[in-house]
């Protein structure tokens, strides 16, 4: 089974989403592959700014992330996202965050100069694309998309969650998003009103 993952690298609540995609992965015969999603490029025509990013700072870490799946393939896009929430300081911004996941990732750290620049833009804007092609509406992040889970693949948004279920509570988190998600004529399911994300 092979799950598509698509993330804006900014958001808290998809870096803990794709934490548990990562435990699934050692529960349930699952490979996990990552895509880049950009809330920049989602809120870019509406006349709000749910994100409260009116300097556009979501672009750069998207950029970057976009850059890196082009050049070096998914699976190191997936080491350089676990590499941008785990290293780094609380002192640096943006720039050396994002050198610091490249340096830990071995990829070039002049890669983060992709980030302030719109020349890569169209990958960053094919990647979002294409998982928004798949699931459509009013989403936001994270897209995941499971083939191998029965007829057809399986899309949803989501799940957005607080804190990293683990161990087989992640697996039947994962069977139940499936058998939910995968029932002919289902749209949508939400819990409790949000908590703020529990970052380990």
């Known amino acids: 089974m092979i799950a598509d993952f698509w993330f804006d690298p900014s958001c808290p609540y998809t870096w803990l989403t794709s934490r548990w995609l990562v435990e699934v992965t050692r529960v349930r015969p699952v490979e996990a592959r990552w895509h880049v999603f950009s809330l920049a490029v989602l809120n870019e025509d ?6 409260g990013d009116p300097e556009g700072y979501l672009w ?3 950029r970057v992330a976009a850059v890196v799946a082009d050049r070096y393939g998914q699976e190191t896009l997936g080491r350089f996202y ?9 002192d640096q911004d943006w720039i050396g965050d994002l050198r610091a996941a490249l340096t830990a ?5 002049d890669l983060a100069e992709a980030g302030l620049t719109d020349e890569h833009d169209h990958l960053v804007r094919a990647s979002h694309a294409e998982g928004m092609a798949l699931i459509g509406g009013d989403v936001g992040t994270p897209v995941v998309a499971v083939s191998g889970a029965g007829a057809g693949r399986v899309v949803f948004f989501g799940p957005v969650l607080s804190r990293v279920p683990e161990g087989e509570q992640a697996g039947r988190l994962w069977d139940g ?7 002919p004529h289902f749209h949508e399911l939400k819990g409790m009103p949000r908590e703020e994300p529990r970052l380990p």
Do not use: F, S
């Not at 676990?82 to 300081?89: H, I």
């Open 46 to 51: 509406r006349d709000d700014d749910p994100e």
């Open 60 to 62: 750069v870490p998207a």
């Open 82 to 90: 676990t590499a941008l929430w785990t290293t780094g300081g609380e």
């Open 105 to 109: 990732t071995g990829l070039p750290t």
């Open 177 to 183: 998003t499936l058998l939910v998600a995968g029932t």
